[in-house]
Protein backbone atom coordinates (compact mmCIF):
# COMPACT_ATOMS: atom_id res chain seq x y z
CA UNK A 1 0.00 0.00 0.00
CA UNK A 2 1.52 3.14 -1.19
CA UNK A 3 2.05 5.90 1.15
CA UNK A 4 1.54 9.42 -0.01
CA UNK A 5 4.56 10.19 -2.76
CA UNK A 6 5.52 13.72 -3.95
CA UNK A 7 7.45 14.59 -6.66
CA UNK A 8 10.42 15.98 -7.13
CA UNK A 9 12.13 15.48 -4.41
CA UNK A 10 14.94 18.14 -4.75
CA UNK A 11 14.31 21.39 -7.09
CA UNK A 12 16.60 24.71 -7.53
CA UNK A 13 14.92 27.61 -8.72
CA UNK A 14 15.48 31.39 -9.75
CA UNK A 15 14.00 34.26 -8.49
CA UNK A 16 11.07 34.84 -10.20
CA UNK A 17 9.99 31.91 -11.70
CA UNK A 18 7.25 29.27 -11.12
CA UNK A 19 7.18 25.97 -9.57
CA UNK A 20 4.75 22.99 -9.45
CA UNK A 21 4.72 20.38 -6.73
CA UNK A 22 3.06 17.05 -7.40
CA UNK A 23 1.62 15.00 -5.03
CA UNK A 24 -0.46 11.86 -4.98
CA UNK A 25 -2.15 10.94 -1.95
CA UNK A 26 -2.26 7.68 0.41
CA UNK A 27 -4.33 4.77 -0.91
CA UNK A 28 -8.86 5.70 0.01
CA UNK A 29 -7.84 9.15 1.27
CA UNK A 30 -9.50 12.01 -0.47
CA UNK A 31 -8.43 15.14 1.39
CA UNK A 32 -5.00 16.72 0.38
CA UNK A 33 -3.48 19.06 2.57
CA UNK A 34 -0.10 21.00 1.91
CA UNK A 35 2.58 22.51 4.64
CA UNK A 36 5.30 24.63 4.41
CA UNK A 37 8.53 23.96 6.66
CA UNK A 38 11.25 26.26 6.82
CA UNK A 39 14.72 25.07 8.06
CA UNK A 40 14.17 24.51 12.06
CA UNK A 41 10.38 25.66 12.14
CA UNK A 42 7.58 23.21 11.93
CA UNK A 43 5.10 22.88 9.02
CA UNK A 44 2.94 26.17 8.37
CA UNK A 45 -0.71 25.75 6.32
CA UNK A 46 -0.77 26.50 3.38
CA UNK A 47 -4.18 25.00 2.10
CA UNK A 48 -6.73 21.93 1.95
CA UNK A 49 -8.38 20.36 -1.32
CA UNK A 50 -11.42 18.77 -1.15
CA UNK A 51 -13.43 17.39 -4.16
CA UNK A 52 -11.42 19.31 -6.01
CA UNK A 53 -11.85 22.57 -4.35
CA UNK A 54 -10.00 24.67 -2.10
CA UNK A 55 -11.92 24.43 1.54
CA UNK A 56 -9.45 25.96 3.27
CA UNK A 57 -6.39 28.56 3.31
CA UNK A 58 -3.58 29.75 5.73
CA UNK A 59 -2.45 33.02 5.58
CA UNK A 60 -0.03 32.56 2.36
CA UNK A 61 -0.25 35.16 -0.49
CA UNK A 62 -2.23 34.51 -3.96
CA UNK A 63 1.22 33.28 -5.66
CA UNK A 64 0.04 30.05 -3.79
CA UNK A 65 -2.38 28.19 -5.87
CA UNK A 66 -3.30 24.36 -6.46
CA UNK A 67 -5.40 22.17 -7.60
CA UNK A 68 -7.13 18.69 -6.69
CA UNK A 69 -7.74 15.81 -9.85
CA UNK A 70 -10.68 13.97 -9.82
CA UNK A 71 -8.12 11.12 -8.52
CA UNK A 72 -7.20 12.86 -5.84
CA UNK A 73 -3.56 13.99 -6.71
CA UNK A 74 -3.06 17.46 -5.78
CA UNK A 75 -0.48 19.99 -7.29
CA UNK A 76 0.98 23.48 -5.47
CA UNK A 77 1.91 25.99 -7.70
CA UNK A 78 4.26 28.40 -6.88
CA UNK A 79 4.42 31.89 -8.85
CA UNK A 80 6.87 34.98 -8.76
CA UNK A 81 9.54 32.94 -6.63
CA UNK A 82 11.13 34.88 -3.65
CA UNK A 83 14.30 33.56 -1.86
CA UNK A 84 11.76 32.81 1.47
CA UNK A 85 10.18 30.73 -0.67
CA UNK A 86 13.02 27.99 -0.07
CA UNK A 87 11.62 25.23 2.36
CA UNK A 88 10.38 21.75 2.64
CA UNK A 89 7.13 21.59 0.96
CA UNK A 90 4.99 19.18 2.49
CA UNK A 91 1.90 17.19 1.41
CA UNK A 92 -0.30 15.31 3.56
CA UNK A 93 -3.07 12.93 3.10
CA UNK A 94 -5.81 12.29 5.27
CA UNK A 95 -10.24 10.72 5.20
CA UNK A 96 -12.48 13.90 4.97
CA UNK A 97 -13.22 14.01 9.00
CA UNK A 98 -11.69 16.97 11.09
CA UNK A 99 -10.22 14.62 13.88
CA UNK A 100 -8.48 12.51 11.02
CA UNK A 101 -4.62 11.93 11.26
CA UNK A 102 -2.81 13.63 8.59
CA UNK A 103 -0.66 11.02 6.78
CA UNK A 104 2.83 12.98 5.45
CA UNK A 105 4.63 12.53 2.18
CA UNK A 106 8.75 13.40 2.08
CA UNK A 107 8.36 16.51 0.67
CA UNK A 108 9.92 18.66 -1.68
CA UNK A 109 13.34 20.62 -0.82
CA UNK A 110 12.76 23.59 -2.89
CA UNK A 111 15.54 26.13 -3.12
CA UNK A 112 15.37 29.53 -4.91
CA UNK A 113 18.52 31.02 -5.79
CA UNK B 1 -5.89 32.37 16.78
CA UNK B 2 -5.15 29.00 18.02
CA UNK B 3 -1.02 28.34 18.82
CA UNK B 4 1.36 26.19 20.42
CA UNK B 5 4.60 26.23 22.09
CA UNK B 6 6.90 23.95 22.99
CA UNK B 7 9.54 25.99 25.39
CA UNK B 8 12.57 22.96 25.22
CA UNK B 9 14.06 23.20 21.56
CA UNK B 10 16.40 20.02 22.81
CA UNK B 11 15.48 17.21 25.35
CA UNK B 12 18.27 14.55 26.18
CA UNK B 13 17.64 11.63 28.03
CA UNK B 14 19.49 8.19 28.74
CA UNK B 15 18.05 4.77 26.85
CA UNK B 16 15.84 3.19 29.48
CA UNK B 17 14.89 6.33 31.72
CA UNK B 18 11.65 7.74 31.03
CA UNK B 19 11.08 10.81 28.83
CA UNK B 20 9.08 13.90 28.81
CA UNK B 21 8.71 16.02 25.38
CA UNK B 22 6.74 19.50 26.78
CA UNK B 23 3.58 21.29 24.74
CA UNK B 24 1.19 23.93 25.67
CA UNK B 25 -1.50 25.14 23.24
CA UNK B 26 -3.89 28.67 22.83
CA UNK B 27 -7.40 27.92 21.23
CA UNK B 28 -10.41 29.60 21.66
CA UNK B 29 -12.51 26.61 21.92
CA UNK B 30 -11.94 22.39 22.88
CA UNK B 31 -8.54 22.00 21.02
CA UNK B 32 -7.99 18.47 18.96
CA UNK B 33 -4.44 17.67 19.47
CA UNK B 34 -1.81 16.17 17.53
CA UNK B 35 1.62 15.06 18.16
CA UNK B 36 3.78 13.84 15.44
CA UNK B 37 7.18 12.76 14.68
CA UNK B 38 9.89 13.28 12.22
CA UNK B 39 12.87 11.85 11.44
CA UNK B 40 15.86 13.06 9.19
CA UNK B 41 14.81 13.84 5.65
CA UNK B 42 11.78 12.35 5.85
CA UNK B 43 8.01 13.56 6.32
CA UNK B 44 5.93 13.71 10.18
CA UNK B 45 4.61 10.81 10.90
CA UNK B 46 1.30 10.62 13.23
CA UNK B 47 2.07 9.15 16.89
CA UNK B 48 -1.35 10.18 18.67
CA UNK B 49 -4.43 12.17 19.24
CA UNK B 50 -6.57 13.87 21.70
CA UNK B 51 -10.28 14.62 20.57
CA UNK B 52 -12.40 13.91 23.68
CA UNK B 53 -12.96 11.42 26.68
CA UNK B 54 -9.93 9.80 28.67
CA UNK B 55 -7.15 12.83 29.35
CA UNK B 56 -4.26 10.02 28.85
CA UNK B 57 -4.47 8.93 25.40
CA UNK B 58 -1.98 6.06 24.01
CA UNK B 59 -0.04 6.11 20.28
CA UNK B 60 2.25 3.90 18.40
CA UNK B 61 5.56 2.75 19.81
CA UNK B 62 5.19 2.93 23.00
CA UNK B 63 4.15 6.54 23.34
CA UNK B 64 1.29 8.67 25.29
CA UNK B 65 0.45 12.08 26.07
CA UNK B 66 -1.69 13.52 29.09
CA UNK B 67 -4.09 16.51 28.26
CA UNK B 68 -4.09 18.88 31.27
CA UNK B 69 -7.19 21.39 30.40
CA UNK B 70 -6.60 23.48 33.29
CA UNK B 71 -2.71 24.16 32.38
CA UNK B 72 -3.72 23.68 28.30
CA UNK B 73 -0.33 21.21 28.43
CA UNK B 74 -0.27 18.14 26.05
CA UNK B 75 3.09 16.76 27.08
CA UNK B 76 4.12 13.75 25.42
CA UNK B 77 5.96 10.72 27.10
CA UNK B 78 7.40 7.13 27.37
CA UNK B 79 8.20 5.36 30.01
CA UNK B 80 11.38 3.59 29.09
CA UNK B 81 13.29 5.90 25.81
CA UNK B 82 14.93 3.75 23.11
CA UNK B 83 17.97 4.59 20.71
CA UNK B 84 15.50 4.27 17.91
CA UNK B 85 13.17 7.33 19.46
CA UNK B 86 15.92 10.09 18.94
CA UNK B 87 14.32 12.07 16.42
CA UNK B 88 12.07 16.08 15.56
CA UNK B 89 8.75 15.86 18.01
CA UNK B 90 6.26 18.02 16.78
CA UNK B 91 3.12 19.32 18.97
CA UNK B 92 -0.17 20.18 16.78
CA UNK B 93 -3.66 21.57 17.17
CA UNK B 94 -6.62 22.16 15.44
CA UNK B 95 -10.19 23.76 16.27
CA UNK B 96 -11.39 21.08 15.46
CA UNK B 97 -15.30 21.07 13.82
CA UNK B 98 -14.77 23.69 11.38
CA UNK B 99 -11.32 24.11 10.86
CA UNK B 100 -9.04 21.68 9.22
CA UNK B 101 -6.01 23.42 9.73
CA UNK B 102 -3.37 22.34 12.05
CA UNK B 103 -1.24 24.63 13.95
CA UNK B 104 2.55 23.06 14.79
CA UNK B 105 4.76 24.10 17.10
CA UNK B 106 8.68 24.57 16.79
CA UNK B 107 9.69 21.17 17.04
CA UNK B 108 11.49 19.43 20.36
CA UNK B 109 14.61 17.43 18.91
CA UNK B 110 14.99 14.43 21.22
CA UNK B 111 18.33 13.03 21.77
CA UNK B 112 18.41 9.27 23.61
CA UNK B 113 22.08 8.37 24.74
CA UNK B 114 22.75 5.18 24.73
Known amino acids: DAGVTQSPTHLIKTRGQQVTLRCSPK?????VSWYQQALGQGPQFIFQ???????QRGNFPDRFSGHQFPNYSSELNVNALLLGDSALYLC????????????FGNGTRLTVT | AQSVAQPEDQVNVAEGNPLTVKCTYS??????LFWYVQYPNRGLQFLLKYITGDNLVKGSYGFEAEFNKSQTSFHLKKPSALVSDSALYFCAVSLGAGSYQLTFGKGTKLSVIP
Open chain 2, 27 to 32: VSGNPY
Open chain 1, 49 to 55: YYEEEER
Open chain 1, 92 to 103: ASSLERFNSPLH
Open chain 1, 27 to 31: SGHDT
